[in-house]
């Protein structure tokens, strides 16, 4: 091989480590070069606090088919969760169901059903997180803390410049502690298996009580996996926070 072939070989590996790298940016999900630049506008890990303590997180809600069997749940393991809303859900007919996470002690935070955020404006994000917290508090009676955690934790510069005009914090969650399955359905012993001996004092967990394409269908897995992740998360020694309590 010449030289100049050598060369050009070498520019191109530059070229698509440099693409790689600007993707995961944008798409990591896990704390990665934007979220260092942001700060402690980004969390990705709550603060490890004495009593250790966990963070339960439900996003694509509400939903009239799960979310009041979770909330059953929750309060008879006497465990407390932060809800990510998506604004489309939030409607007069779930609006009890808001009312219910408010008056029970869950926290309820903004969410989006769609990566299209990321192309917006940080003026435009801005507005349009408002716009959202405005409903919440309308409908639901309170107004939502200031979290907020892009469909599938894709991000941009302008979103964090959005949350900085609006004072709020981008939320994701710890390594693995999700409840989604690569090509394969969720399960409530998928879910437990992977989380209940992998969390540690201050991770975020996220699982779905909704989904954003289809707002009623039923997320059983989720609530039967919430039934056993609690009381088995708390014989660990765990207590049940919200990522609101954090700052947000």
Not at 166 to 186: E, K, M
Not at 202 to 224: F, L, Y
Request: aromatic share 10%.
């Amino acid at each position: 091989m010449t030289y100049a072939a050598t060369e050009a070989h070498l520019m191109w590996i530059v070229v698509l480590v440099g693409i790689g790298i600007v993707a995961l940016a944008h798409t990591a999900p896990a704390p990665f070069v934007l979220d260092a630049l942001a700060g402690d506008r980004a969390v990705w890990h709550m603060p490890r606090g004495d009593p250790p303590t966990v963070y339960l997180t439900f996003d694509d809600g509400p939903n009239p088919s799960t979310t009041p069997d979770l909330l059953d749940v929750l309060a008879r393991e006497g465990a407390h969760a932060t809800f990510f809303l998506i604004d489309q859900h939030v409607t007069n007919e779930t609006a009890p169901i808001i009312q219910r996470m408010f008056t029970e002690g869950h926290a309820v935070a903004l969410h989006s059903a769609t990566r299209g955020y990321m192309l917006l404006s940080a003026a435009e994000f801005a507005r349009t997180l408002t716009e959202a917290a405005d409903r919440i508090e309308r409908l639901g009676g309170a107004r939502p803390c200031r979290a907020f955690r892009p469909h599938a934790g894709w991000r941009g510069g302008e979103m964090y410049a959005g949350l900085r005009e609006i004072d709020y914090r981008l939320v994701g969650w710890g390594w693995n502690l999700w409840d989604w399955n690569w090509f394969r359905a969720r399960t409530a012993d998928s879910i437990v298996g992977r989380l209940a001996h992998r969390v540690s004092a201050g991770d975020i967990i996220v699982m779905h009580d909704g989904d954003e394409s289809a707002p009623r269908k039923d997320q059983r897995q989720t609530v039967d996996a919430t039934a056993r992740l609690v009381p088995a998360l708390r014989a660990r020694g765990f207590n049940f926070g919200t990522v609101c309590q954090g700052g947000a």
